[in-house]
């Protein structure tokens, strides 16, 4: 009610401003005239002449007109601004009147949306229904049959509080206070709430936010809980633990699906909850993506591994995690001018499905190893024991660790079980420095810590090192799945990285993993001797220790507590006996654990059974769970993907195939640099070929971060008639450069070299796409990484969507982009109008005359180095659409079809190159300044690499700073992965430059 009032009132100050005041000063024009009339001359006779009265008259109705001016143009600029889907001009001197009209143009906006808003937010009003356990990851479920036997659980009473319904969100270049409002609580009118909820927060810089139009990146946007989209309740865990030698983990059981198998080598299926991330689905902390409503009632795509969705997520995270860290080492190796290492296309699916499950899961992996670890630096300051960590229950929300015996934490940890005090959660969005510091360098406390499954508790983790000795029986295709799933999440997961891995008859793929931990053994030689003989020296060291776990945390004897598992294929292995007996009669003290995949009778300790419908149980430990699993051919593939990101030489960057058509594509390569066959070595002595680099070599390796491979591959000769053609080729460059820069333009553009974001052009209609703005802005990215079209079946397979959804999608997008106005047809035509459509001979959804950041950047890379000496201002004018990294701030779940082309990483490096190519040409020009801002714009694009680091220590030198070049030299030196593992080897070029430049040496000098 409140809402709609004030609605009306500011639609009335609005009609007050713009109808009435001119109205009554027309009214009252003759009231109160000069007598010498509205001339010129008659009011100079009135300032001269004594006053009768009327010149006040006068100047108040002069000073209502100007005021009436302002304020109709603060308004009319508000509401254009809106209207267009802009960000409203700020004019120097009318901040008042401009913060009046926004003020006015909001309500009066609010008063049409709040019929629209309250039905909205009505089903958030309803209890949210449970979610069903998860199928397990390589059982084919049928969808209407999880939705008949979704268990009914009762829910806590004790429901969270509003302030911790409340979440924020950080605001990244080109975010609108609207638009985050629209990804967080699925309408962009709810902006108001966002504004209110934050004007009280004090941001990062000190500041606070009072002008809704006005937020800077790196600010905290609070989002209140009374806008934030509706959150899939999860069910909690039972609050009581035995207190016995094996504790149990007791959680709710969900009802036992019926799924049908698959072998080893088969393709499954995958589940109908396999686009979950966790046990049920839930909410981002961004916001549920934009695709989630626009893949509803669509099928799993094609390409997803089953093994690592839905339940298996968690181990996506893990290998996405691990992934990226050895990319990261990859492009910190790599050369100028070469791209890291692609892996196999036929892995592609490998990696699609990583960055659809992985991404978001990675997070909560990372949260899992990190709380963990905080913990113990808090109990280890204290002086108090480590105690033995059972298992450990993880929902996107809650992390719950279970403890052998009693324990006391304090703040921000919850007891569960007050009387055995041996159950304990936190919030996983509290603050963490809280539960203790992060010593990301200390040894893992409990390094066995693997997931079996979920249920109604999320995902559950057990500690196989506090067991000893796991047996699986029942269905032996399952538990050969579980075992391989066991021994990749101990090869990937950041708490196990010093755990070592023998795989006796089973599990040879998992090798490629890790050759460094992971052995495989094909029968049984000393593998058993060699562990028994470990496990007695453990035991032994332990003597007069408080525990493994505080002895390895406080590296008691000054020596690693090595972790060891065995994955046993064969239970009568010999010597297998003496090695369970001595587990089962030293427990927690040898560091050993084995898991016996096949065991009819049972070596002792805990007895897991998989049964034919995909479920695990445990009964001693109170588990029934949805189980983890995955075959042969999965555990290959994702070997094989992890095993490519040890590839540190890089590759050539890719060139495609040249189109029939000419054009500047067919000149250039994936990162924009002329082709290989086009240049010319630069010795050679063709008197009218130039390069851009055209001194010797000599200058540059005296004075820039390069070696003679370096130039050579960046700078080659280019001869006269290949810069002839690639001027000609392109002659629209200069007109498409200079729309790009236009306040406006009637072409669309496409922004990928930084946050993903598309600006319609005059034509377009950017209310149609203003409810799901992140999947549309998607949509068009992806078909401007394909020129030469997408079939309705390319672009289902890229997004998981059926051909009709595509159809209906695309329709939206093309009302959305509008009509070109030169050509009068739509920037997106039908596909079977589309010119590739008729090349082809088969529909095609193509883009025509739209922008691309991504495309003029390369264009202006291409003319830059064929123009030689000339070329400085193209590659500068290219740096200049770089705003972040490439396709940056792209939500979870989205952008799999990267994975297809590489292209983010491509640019990536055709941003570093460039930008290096400019610092080298500014420093051998005595232009330091220009040099030190493309370096620092490559550090910020690609923080990993080492080329502009090493560029920005060559300007600090000279500039005669060594002491800085020294620091910065150092970082090259020892920078790390994140791993916890040593800093890598240097890379032979930056090793070469270091050595050659002596920054670190000089820098000891000059302190």
Request: glycine share 8%; with cysteine.
């Amino acid at each position: 009610m409140m809402t709609r009032l004030r609605g009306l009132l500011a639609l009335l100050g609005l009609a007050t401003i713009l109808v009435g005041l001119p109205s009554l000063l027309i009214a009252v024009n003759h009231i109160g005239a000069p007598r010498f009339g509205w001339t010129w001359n008659g009011l100079l006779q009135a300032l001269t002449s004594p006053d009768d009265g009327t010149l006040l008259f006068t100047v108040l109705k002069l000073a209502g007109w100007i005021a009436w001016a302002i304020l109709t143009l603060a308004v009319a600029l508000e509401l254009i601004s809106r209207a267009r889907n802009l960000p409203v001009p700020q004019i120097r001197g009318l901040r008042l009147p401009q913060s009046m009209a926004r003020g006015l143009v909001a309500a009066a906006a609010a008063l049409f949306v709040a019929a629209g808003t309250m039905t909205a937010a009505a089903p958030s009003l309803a209890q949210p229904q449970p979610v069903p356990a998860a199928a397990p990851a390589h059982v084919s479920v049928p969808s209407d049959h999880a939705a008949r036997h979704a268990p009914v659980k009762s829910q806590r009473a004790d429901k969270p509080s509003q302030s911790k319904q409340q979440r924020t969100w950080t605001v990244k270049r080109g975010d609108t206070l609207s638009e985050i409002a629209l990804e967080t609580t699925g309408r962009a009118a709810n902006y108001p709430k966002l504004f209110r909820a934050s004007k009280s927060t004090t941001q990062p810089d000190g500041r606070h936010l009072s002008d809704a139009d006005l937020i800077y990146p790196g600010w905290k946007i609070t989002i209140p809980s009374t806008a934030s989209k509706p959150v899939t309740s999860r069910h909690e865990p039972n609050q009581r633990s035995t207190k016995t030698s094996t504790p149990k983990l007791p959680g709710p059981k969900a009802d036992t699906p019926t799924a049908s198998t698959h072998r080893p080598g088969e393709t499954a299926t995958p589940s109908a909850t396999a686009g979950t991330s966790g046990p049920s689905a839930t909410t981002s902390s961004q916001g549920a993506d934009d695709t989630t409503a626009a893949t509803a009632a669509d099928q799993s795509p094609a390409w997803l591994l089953s093994g690592l969705a839905g339940a298996g997520a968690l181990l996506a995270g893990g290998l996405w995690i691990t992934l990226r860290r050895r990319r990261a080492v990859q492009f910190r190796t790599r050369r100028p001018g070469r791209t890291i290492a692609t892996p196999d296309p036929a892995l592609a699916p490998v990696e699609k499905t990583l960055h659809q499950q992985g991404a978001p899961t990675g997070e909560i992996v990372v949260s899992i190893d990190a709380i963990l670890r905080r913990l113990v630096a808090t109990l280890k300051a204290a002086a108090d024991p480590i105690p033995a960590l059972v298992g450990v229950d993880v929902t996107e929300h809650h992390l719950t660790a279970r403890f052998a015996h009693s324990v006391q934490l304090g703040e921000p940890w919850t007891c569960l079980d007050s009387e055995d005090a041996q159950v304990w959660r936190v919030d996983r969005d509290a603050d963490l420095d809280l539960v203790g510091p992060l010593e990301s360098d200390s040894p893992p406390p409990w390094p066995q810590l693997v997931c079996l499954g979920t249920d109604g508790s999320g995902w559950r983790l057990i500690n196989l090192e506090a067991f000893g000795i796991i047996s699986f029986t029942g269905n032996s295709t399952y538990a050969a799945d579980l075992a391989r799933y066991l021994g990749t999440e101990l090869a990937v997961s950041p708490w196990a990285r010093d755990v070592e891995i023998d795989c006796l008859e089973v599990c040879p793929e998992l090798v490629a993993l890790d050759p460094g931990r992971i052995r495989h053994h094909p029968a049984s030689t000393d593998i058993i001797p060699n562990q028994v003989a470990a496990a007695i020296h453990i035991n032994e060291r332990l003597e007069g220790q408080q525990s493994l776990e505080t002895a390895r945390v406080t590296f008691a004897g000054d020596e690693l507590w090595a972790s060891r598992i065995l994955i046993c294929g064969n239970a009568q292995a010999d010597d297998l006996d003496v090695l369970t007996e001595l587990i089962a009669d030293q427990p927690r003290r040898t560091a050993t654990a084995v898991v016996i995949v096949d065991d009819p009778h049972g070596h002792g300790g805990i007895t897991m059974r998989l049964t034919d419908d995909g479920r695990l149980l445990a009964p001693q430990l109170g588990l029934d769970l949805v189980v983890n699993g995955l075959t042969e051919d999965e555990a290959r593939g994702c070997a094989a993907l992890i095993a490519a990101g040890r590839a540190e030489e890089g590759e050539p960057m890719p060139e495609p195939a040249i189109a029939a058509e000419p054009s500047w594509a067919s000149m250039a390569n994936a990162a924009g640099a002329l082709r290989s066959g086009l240049t010319l070595p630069r010795s050679s002595a063709q008197p009218d070929a130039s390069s851009v680099l055209p001194e010797p070599d000599d200058t540059y390796l005296a004075r820039t971060a390069n070696t003679e491979l370096d130039l050579e591959e960046l700078a080659p000769l280019v001869p006269a008639h290949v810069r002839a053609r690639v001027e000609a080729i392109d002659p629209t460059l200069d007109d498409d450069l200079e729309q790009w820069r236009r306040q406006s333009s009637a072409r669309p553009r496409v922004q990928v070299l930084g946050p993903i974001k598309v600006r319609v052009g005059s034509g377009g209609d950017p209310a149609r796409a203003a409810a799901r703005m992140g999947y549309y802005t998607e949509l068009v990215a992806f078909l401007c990484t394909r020129p030469e079209g997408a079939t309705t079946a390319e672009v289902a397979d890229a997004f998981g969507l059926s051909d009709a959804r595509v159809r209906r999608d695309m329709s939206v997008v093309r009302s959305w982009l509008g009509i070109d106005p030169d050509s009068g047809h739509p920037f997106l035509p039908d596909a079977m109008k589309a010119p590739q459509a008729a090349q082809r001979g088969v529909g095609l959804y193509a883009l025509q005359d739209v922008l691309f950041d991504a495309d003029l950047f390369r264009r202006l890379r291409l003319r830059g180095e064929a123009r030689g000496r000339h070329g400085l201002q193209d590659l500068c004018n290219a740096l200049e659409l770089v705003t972040g990294p490439p396709f940056d701030a792209m939500r979870s779940r989205v952008g799999v079809w990267l994975s297809e082309t590489h292209l983010d990483q491509h640019l990536q490096c055709a941003i570093v190159d460039v930008a290096h190519i400019v610092s080298t040409i500014a420093l051998g020009a005595d232009e330091p300044d220009l040099a030190r801002y493309a370096a620092e714009l490559a550090s910020r694009v690609a923080p990993n690499e080492a080329t502009p680091q090493l560029d920005l220590a060559a300007v600090l030198a000279f500039a005669g700073q060594a002491g800085a070049a020294a620091i910065v030299a150092r970082r090259v030196a020892t920078w790390r992965d994140d791993s916890g593992e040593p800093p890598p080897d240097l890379s032979r070029r930056a090793e070469q430059i270091l050595r050659t430049h002596k920054w670190l040496a000089e820098g000891g000098k000059a302190s």
